[in-house]
């Protein structure tokens, strides 16, 4: 039985086409800088850029604590929910499915209304913006747990541990970290691509964070702009390709969406 | 002219031969197993017929018409899959009525048939049942009446009974063919079970490799396997070198004993070939009739199997099983004990190719 | 997140006899718990209360009932003709896509690029992807110049421009598209070949396979995909701030403009438009997760 292969040819064709096309056109503009012949001039404006390196550097912090904090909020909740309290799982799930259904630029209007008043005012610090990350990381970083702790026997583990008179803390950082690692790396750079572009509730925040300085340049420069894309499709690259070859072999595709 | 012809059919995929040398003519309302391991081209042979794959060479002909540049959905062959492949969007209902529906049936015709279909495998009250909500062996008799409804003139069975649990593979199997008989229709079973094959067949065509091993009845294959491979396949065998001391008095040596073949052999004097003997054919005493082998034996270990006693036994660096019915005034023999072993000259077989 | 709605919930029995240690268990899930109630649902609420609230603080429908003048309505109708554009456009070109890779007989090499194509791609938003559509279809863009030089076709005559509906439905497809193919795939494969081939041995043609067996089966997944994807579009801001810089009135846009600023000139009348926003994210996410459900059925 001959498949016809005209069909699906053309389809990937356009495809490919229509993902690379911009790209290819992106590049191209981002030489053009110079007057009648290309160059990388505008990549050596942005990369000598004060700005962009300041910007570049605070978006990275702001990205690790984000993992940090939640990795730590993500990782015991998860572990705790399968191990002892399985009828709690569908409300941390539909907690952590929030995030979908409230769009950051809702979630930061509830921010700033709540937390720019007494008693808690947290405006006047990042930590507000790390807040607000961490809970758009909550979907991601749950299922790349869930799934991770579902592919281990968490119960046999620990109880395999406890027997031998292992605390919980040996537990969780010598026994279930180390079988976690592919799964929590998957989440961590999942999320940091994430943060790194985002720019919704930094602008609302008012953070010179990577995302805000982009759509600086997006108004006052012609060709940066087009470089910059091209070095933020690279960096997205970078981390989806590692989360690839993190979890080569396993079935899962754990990249879906970030901010729009 | 046989209803079903297959005709040198070859069929590789690229460089490798899946199935090669393949003929085989069948009779109307025959049932014919195709048996062998994995692999070894019986479900491509299977597929060809039904024209989910092309063979590279040879004919398939169903009451003399070629078809086999016919494509699958014009032949009117049934066929049910390993794994029901009932579609789970409709009804047992709709699943058996729609080779009828795509036709453009009528739709009162439809119901009657769906209907008959299902008091035929035994389901009437389940019509309006979705495939998930069925047990294994459901799914696979809504697979059978739904291959069955369109009257097809073959049907082909790929595996239909591996996936399930063993009791109700042994009473599906028995239904399946009280069905098929009922029908007179032209069955191709393809298994790797040879009990499966044994149980339900006219005839059993073994495959190795791509080719045809030997066909035949249930008993000829199990009785006069043709081939080493078919004897080792069927049922288990003790395989044992020999020698040829006289070959038109059929007398052979097997580990320094002379044993005697029923008919002369085809071998010169001095070669060494290997014979086989089935575990049911092994009897403890020695000349409990004249013209039987005798061979002392070891007792090695005994299994008490329920309605069989297995013992295995050490005949110099050989071990062999024995197959012993229970009674209840049965003597289990003692582990280490040295007894005789007698066995009739027909049960001695000589294996081809050896 | 698709394999988490696929998934049935299993709910393990409770343990019965061990009441007493159950509450001191509940302690684990307490740091949790308390994040999501401060940044999650804490400031959802407020927003909530804010819209059925006056400027005094009084209980009033009000804000609600505000909500249906025209230039919020017509915030509403660009928003979901956006959303319910793309969507069809990334559900009919992903699947075409993903099932072309799939199941169209061509080397598996072109899935695994694919795939991680569209990894990179469903996260390739906001303001840089705004950036590659100007320097691709803006006035001095490649396709603009390269029309304009080989053909003498000067794009934006002819009606076209990327800051308009049009435009921005164009950019919205990159992510969508994508994103249609990551979500479907996995139904793709529970698609049996051996359904195919049943209906084939049956009697059916290859049209009568898809209009009775392969669209009835895949068909919740489908719509599922497309009201993720629909949700998706909606609450976009990004993209669309960069690229039309706040001229087209969409609901995203004018919740942040009120953000900036007073716009409305009633603040609660800014919160009820959130919550307008959430509501149609919550209808659309939840009829997703129904259908997806549907379909675990079918294909384990």
């Known amino acids: ?260 | 002219m046989s209803f079903l012809e297959l005709i040198n059919i070859r069929k590789s995929f690229g460089a490798t031969a899946a199935v090669e040398h393949f003929n085989l003519q069948a009779e109307k309302g025959e049932f014919i197993s195709f048996l062998g391991s994995s692999g070894c081209g019986k479900t491509t042979t299977l597929r060809m017929i039904a024209g989910f794959e092309q063979p590279t060479e040879g004919e398939i002909r169903v009451g003399g018409v070629n078809i086999t540049n016919q494509p699958p959905n014009r032949r009117q062959i049934g066929m049910v899959f390993q794994s029901y492949a009932l579609f789970p969007n409709m009804t047992v209902a709709d699943n058996i009525g729609f080779g009828l529906r795509v036709v453009g049936k009528p739709a009162t015709k439809i119901r009657s048939r769906v209907e008959e279909m299902l008091h035929l495998v035994d389901l009437p009250a389940l019509g309006r049942r979705y495939p998930h909500q069925l047990s294994g062996g459901q799914q696979q008799r809504v697979a059978l009446a739904r291959a069955l409804a369109i009257e097809p003139r073959l049907l082909l069975l790929d595996e239909p009974l591996s996936a399930l649990d063993a009791k109700i593979r042994i009473s599906l199997r028995n239904e399946l063919r009280a069905i098929q008989q009922r029908l007179g229709i032209t069955t191709i079973y393809v298994t790797h079970d040879q009990e499966e094959a044994l149980s339900l067949s006219d005839r059993i065509v073994v495959m190795s490799k791509g080719r045809i091993e030997q066909i035949g009845t249930p008993f000829e294959i199990y009785n006069y396997p043709s081939t080493s491979f078919v004897a080792s396949f069927v049922g288990t065998l003790n395989i044992l070198s020999a020698k040829v001391i006289n070959a038109d008095k059929g007398e052979l040596e097997i580990a320094g004993h002379h044993v005697y073949t029923a008919e002369p052999l085809n071998h010169h004097s001095g070669v060494d070939i290997s014979v086989a003997v089935r575990p049911e054919n092994l009897e403890i005493g020695s000349n409990l009739v004249e013209s039987h082998n005798t061979i002392p034996v070891s007792i090695n270990q005994v299994s008490f199997l329920g309605a069989v006693v297995r013992v295995r036994l050490q005949l110099a660096d050989k071990t062999l099983e024995m197959d012993i019915f229970n009674s209840r005034h049965l003597k289990l023999p003692e582990v280490g004990t040295e007894i005789q072993v007698s066995f009739p000259k027909e049960a001695c077989l000589v294996l081809k190719g050896s | 997140m698709v394999d988490k709605v696929l998934e049935k919930n299993v709910k393990q029995p409770a343990a019965r006899p061990r009441k007493r240690k159950v509450r001191l268990e509940w302690l684990g899930v307490v740091p949790f718990l308390t994040f999501a109630l401060l940044f999650l649902i804490l400031p959802s609420f407020n927003l909530l209360i804010g819209s059925f609230q006056d400027e005094t603080g009084n209980f009033t429908l009000a804000n609600i009932g505000n909500l249906f003048q025209p230039f919020i309505l017509n915030s509403y109708w660009l928003s979901i003709q956006v959303s319910a554009v793309t969507a069809l456009g990334g559900v009919i070109f992903g699947f075409g896509l993903a099932y072309a890779s799939i199941r169209g007989g061509l080397p598996s090499w072109v899935r695994g690029a694919l795939m991680t194509f569209s990894g990179v791609a469903s996260n390739f938003a906001g303001i840089p992807l705004a950036f590659a559509f100007i320097a691709t279809l803006g006035r001095t863009g490649f396709i603009t110049v390269l029309l304009k030089n080989m053909l003498g076709v000067n794009l934006y005559d002819t009606g076209f421009s990327l800051y308009t509906f049009w435009g921005l439905s164009l950019t919205y497809m990159y992510f969508q598209f994508p994103l249609m193919v990551l979500i479907i795939a996995p139904a793709i494969d529970g698609l049996k070949s051996q359904w195919r081939e049943a209906a084939e041995n049956l009697g059916a043609t290859s049209f009568q396979y898809w209009r009775y067996v392969a669209l009835p089966i895949l068909g919740p997944a489908l719509l599922g995909a497309g009201v993720l994807l629909f949700g998706n579009a909606f609450g976009a801001y990004a993209t669309a701030f960069a690229l039309t810089g706040g001229t087209l009135n969409l609901v995203p846009i004018q919740i942040g403009a009120q953000i900036r600023g007073d716009v409305l000139h009633n603040p609660n009348l800014g919160y009820a438009l959130a919550m307008g926003m959430v509501v149609i994210m919550a209808v659309s996410i939840g009829i997703s997760m129904l259908l997806q459900r549907r379909t675990a059925r079918w294909i384990q």
């Not at chain 1, 702790?149 to 395999?160: G, K, W």
Request: charged residues 10%; glycine residues 6%; aromatic residues 14%.
């Open chain 1, 1 to 260: 039985m001959k498949k016809q292969r005209f069909w699906p040819i053309m389809m990937i064709l356009l495809g490919a086409i229509y993902f690379l096309l911009p790209l290819f056109a992106t590049f191209e503009f981002s030489l053009r800088e110079r007057r009648g012949e290309y160059s990388f001039d505008s990549y050596n404006y942005v990369l000598s850029d004060p700005q962009f390196r300041d910007s570049f550097v605070y978006s990275v912090a702001l990205a690790l604590a984000t993992i940090v904090v939640s990795l730590i909020l993500i990782v015991p909740t998860a572990f705790w929910v399968h191990l002892k309290l399985p009828q709690l799982r569908p409300v941390i799930e539909f907690i952590t499915l929030l995030p979908f259904v409230i769009p950051p630029i809702v979630l930061v209007f509830g921010l700033i209304r709540i937390y720019s008043r007494p008693p808690i005012v947290l405006v006047s610090t990042p930590a507000l913006l790390v807040a607000g990350y961490v809970v758009l990381s909550f979907p991601y970083m749950y299922r790349a747990v869930d799934t991770g702790l579902r592919a281990i026997d968490v119960r046999s583990l620990t109880e395999a541990a406890q027997s031998l008179g292992a605390s919980w803390l040996t537990i969780l950082f010598r026994v279930i970290f180390p079988n976690l690692r592919v799964s929590l790396l998957n989440g961590a750079f999942l999320t940091f691509a994430i943060v790194l572009g985002e720019f919704t509730m930094a602008t609302m925040l008012n953070w010179p964070t990577f995302g805000p300085y982009l759509a600086l340049i997006g108004q006052n420069r012609a060709y940066e702009p087009a470089a910059l894309a091209i070095i933020s499709f690279g960096l997205t690259w970078i981390c989806i390709g590692l989360i690839q070859l993190l979890s080569r072999g396993s079935q899962e595709q754990g990249q879906l969406a970030g901010t729009r």
